[in-house]
């Protein structure tokens, strides 16, 4: 009888420590494959993730900074690192833009190499432009945040092309990245755009710092112009009444720096405007160069995809339609240009009138 119940013990003793390690084993499992994988933290305001080792892939996604990812593995033959986000999407990502926490010689090979073996690297899609811009003024401040009251990193030029990373949330300035590095801020309003600037990432800094400052306009409507003075693209229109942030103002004070209640921003007449605080008491800020722009002299004119009759129209300007100039023909015969819809073709410069001589704009052909 005694040897009976010992052995009722010993077996429901047994079943117990199954029934034990049953239960653990799911947060075992767990805890070892949370282990496994290294994590990094993005180290750059945003970062593409692609569906391979190389920026010739699609994009997936986009991460920002101080965002952390699992590291899965890296390709043998560059800098890239397989990752996985939070929410179980994974992709390609450069790791010269993450701080990791194991070193990147570290994590499994994904493609072969030194005759290891390994998955084989997903096949190369055929290849596409990533989101590029080129400069369309003279020169252009690259800043630390998406406003003129940040400060200046870099300068841009004329012709300069530049890589998209993200806009601010109404498109106003985009973010970039320099064939040096530098990463910052510019006036989407200077670029002419391989891709709509609305289709990009928003990256939302919270807003530049503001004055306290406020104004009412004096007037009807109010040009809200790209710099103070009238040679420079009108923004939009702001009209009596309504009340715009004072953000800066120019050496003479004779134009501010006004922010919309929608966010975009640019230069207004001070004279125009009612303002709660002295203009000389504002903070001066210096003047992007002017954007070369023409006006139309003919009644249509045809936009076409080179310099010349036989190259294919794509679109038409009317007279009196302001145009921004990008460059022109060697011969100065042809001028590229931006249509007010964002479209970019050739003109005969016979039949623009430029706010630039010609000649000084850049050869693109």
């Given at each position: 009888?005694?040897?009976?119940?010992?052995?009722?013990?010993?077996?429901?003793?047994?079943?117990?420590?199954?029934?034990?390690?049953?239960?653990?084993?799911?947060?075992?499992?767990?805890?070892?494959?949370?282990?496994?994988?290294?994590?990094?933290?993005?180290?750059?305001?945003?970062?593409?993730?692609?569906?391979?080792?190389?920026?010739?892939?699609?994009?997936?996604?986009?991460?920002?900074?101080?965002?952390?990812?699992?590291?899965?593995?890296?390709?043998?033959?560059?800098?890239?690192?397989?990752?996985?986000?939070?929410?179980?999407?994974?992709?390609?990502?450069?790791?010269?833009?993450?701080?990791?926490?194991?070193?990147?010689?570290?994590?499994?090979v994904v493609g072969g190499g030194s005759g290891e073996p390994g998955p084989t690297p997903p096949?190369?899609?055929?290849?596409?432009?990533?989101?590029?811009?080129?400069?369309?003024?003279?020169?252009?401040?690259?800043?630390?945040?998406?406003?003129?009251?940040?400060?200046?990193?870099?300068?841009?030029?004329?012709?300069?092309?530049?890589?998209?990373?993200?806009?601010?949330?109404?498109?106003?300035?985009?973010?970039?990245?320099?064939s040096t590095g530098v990463e910052g801020w510019v006036n989407s309003n200077f670029l002419v755009?391989?891709?709509?600037?609305?289709?990009?990432?928003?990256?939302?800094?919270?807003?530049?710092?503001?004055?306290?400052?406020?104004?009412?306009?004096?007037?009807?409507?109010?040009?809200?112009?790209?710099?103070?003075?009238?040679?420079?693209?009108?923004?939009?229109?702001?009209?009596?009444?309504?009340?715009?942030?004072?953000?800066?103002?120019?050496?003479?004070?004779?134009?501010?720096?006004?922010?919309?209640?929608?966010?975009?921003?640019?230069?207004?007449?001070?004279?125009?405007?009612?303002?709660?605080?002295?203009?000389?008491?504002?903070?001066?800020?210096?003047?992007?160069?002017?954007?070369?722009?023409?006006?139309?002299?003919?009644?249509?004119?045809?936009?076409?995809?080179?310099?010349?009759?036989?190259?294919?129209?794509?679109?038409?300007?009317?007279?009196?339609?302001?145009?921004?100039?990008?460059?022109?023909?060697?011969?100065?015969?042809?001028?590229?240009?931006?249509?007010?819809?964002?479209?970019?073709?050739?003109?005969?410069?016979?039949?623009?009138?430029?706010?630039?001589?010609?000649?000084?704009?850049?050869?693109?052909?």
């Amino acid at each position: 009888m005694k040897m009976r119940i010992v052995r009722q013990t010993t077996l429901t003793a047994v079943l117990l420590a199954i029934l034990a390690l049953a239960l653990l084993a799911p947060t075992l499992v767990q805890a070892q494959s949370s282990g496994e994988n290294p994590t990094a933290v993005v180290n750059t305001g945003a970062l593409n993730v692609r569906s391979g080792p190389d920026f010739t892939y699609s994009r997936v996604t986009v991460i920002y900074n101080g965002q952390t990812v699992s590291l899965l593995a890296r390709y043998y033959a560059n800098q890239w690192v397989k990752i996985r986000l939070q929410n179980g999407i994974e992709g390609w990502v450069n790791s010269n833009y993450l701080r990791t926490s194991v070193p990147v010689s570290s994590l499994p090979v994904v493609g072969g190499g030194s005759g290891e073996p390994g998955p084989t690297p997903p096949p190369m899609p055929d290849p596409g432009p990533n989101p590029t811009a080129v400069v369309n003024t003279g020169a252009l401040n690259v800043r630390s945040g998406p406003s003129i009251n940040f400060g200046v990193v870099a300068k841009v030029f004329s012709g300069q092309t530049v890589q998209l990373l993200g806009r601010a949330p109404n498109s106003s300035w985009v973010r970039v990245h320099l064939s040096t590095g530098v990463e910052g801020w510019v006036n989407s309003n200077f670029l002419v755009s391989s891709v709509p600037i609305s289709s990009l990432p928003i990256i939302d800094t919270g807003g530049p710092p503001s004055s306290g400052a406020t104004a009412v306009v004096n007037t009807g409507a109010l040009n809200v112009r790209g710099g103070p003075g009238l040679a420079y693209a009108v923004i939009t229109v702001i009209y009596q009444g309504q009340t715009v942030e004072l953000l800066a103002r120019n050496q003479e004070s004779s134009w501010v720096v006004v922010r919309l209640s929608n966010g975009t921003q640019g230069w207004a007449n001070a004279g125009e405007l009612i303002t709660s605080v002295p203009v000389s008491s504002l903070p001066v800020t210096g003047a992007p160069a002017p954007v070369s722009s023409g006006t139309v002299a003919v009644g249509a004119l045809n936009v076409r995809s080179g310099p010349g009759v036989e190259y294919n129209v794509i679109t038409a300007v009317t007279h009196g339609q302001v145009v921004g100039l990008i460059g022109r023909n060697a011969s100065s015969t042809w001028l590229q240009i931006q249509t007010p819809s964002g479209t970019v073709g050739w003109v005969n410069s016979s039949y623009i009138v430029s706010n630039v001589p010609i000649d000084t704009l850049p050869i693109r052909w």
